[in-house]
């Protein structure tokens, strides 16, 4: 069946540096994209979203890329701090009715 | 603090008792999501209320009843609940009616069968 991924389950990054967090999807037909930050006891929390008729994308310290040929999403944080320790979704939008399939998640740990 | 709020935060079950959770949201948004979370898991879609009417039912066991009174509420009723259904329900809500939005999300209820 149809599935978004991450190409790595966790991610261990220094405080002050950039973090890119990846994902994979499989339905080409999908033409929205969103990335969550859930944090521990809390629910998804909304980061950025993208079009498929975008490639970039970008908001405060957090730039999405949208490769569509190769079926790639980044997500990419610049100067990463501690408080952005989570666990980061992509979720892909699937038809109309609003259904979002998630990918499996990457653990990002900030160490100061 | 999240504009999605679910009560409650915690609750444990026999699997003979039938209880509610209950998510509200104030945004005007017209559809409404209840999603299931695993431990190390991502969320997995249950039900999807547009316009207070059932639009999406991912094939969930009939032990789990949802139910939209109004536009600002979501129920979803527990009955008979097995073990594995312990998780974390997390409620959403989208302004709906369309394509390209995002859902935003409450923090959930972290729910135990006994």
């Known amino acids: 069946g149809e599935s978004v991924g991450l190409h790595l389950p966790t991610l261990s990054v220094q405080e002050g540096d950039n973090s890119i967090i990846n994902c994979a999807y499989s339905n080409s037909a999908s033409d929205y994209f969103i990335w969550y930050k859930q944090e521990s006891g809390k629910g998804p929390q909304f980061i950025i979203d993208i079009r498929s008729n975008m490639d970039k994308r970008q908001g405060q310290r957090v730039t999405v890329l949208l490769n569509k040929t190769v079926k790639h999403l980044s997500l990419q944080i610049a100067a990463t701090q501690p408080g952005d320790s989570a666990v980061y979704f992509c979720a892909e939008n699937v038809g109309s009715g609003g259904k979002l399939i998630f990918g499996q998640g990457t653990e990002l740990s900030v160490k100061p | 603090d999240t504009e999605v709020t679910q009560t409650p935060k915690h609750l444990v079950m026999g699997m003979t008792n039938k209880k509610s959770l209950k998510c509200e949201q104030h945004m005007g948004h017209r559809a409404m999501y209840w999603y299931k979370q695993k431990a190390k898991k991502p969320p997995e879609l249950m039900f999807v209320y547009s316009y207070e009417k059932l639009s999406i039912n991912e094939s969930v066991p009939s032990r789990f009843s949802p139910e939209c009174p109004n536009s600002s509420l979501l129920n979803l009723h527990l009955h008979a609940l097995q073990p594995e259904d312990s998780a974390l329900y997390l409620c959403?809500?989208?302004?709906?009616?369309?394509?390209?939005?995002?859902?935003?999300f409450g923090d959930g209820t972290r729910l135990s069968i006994l």
């Open positions: 959403a809500s989208s302004q709906g009616g369309g394509l390209h939005q995002p859902q935003h």
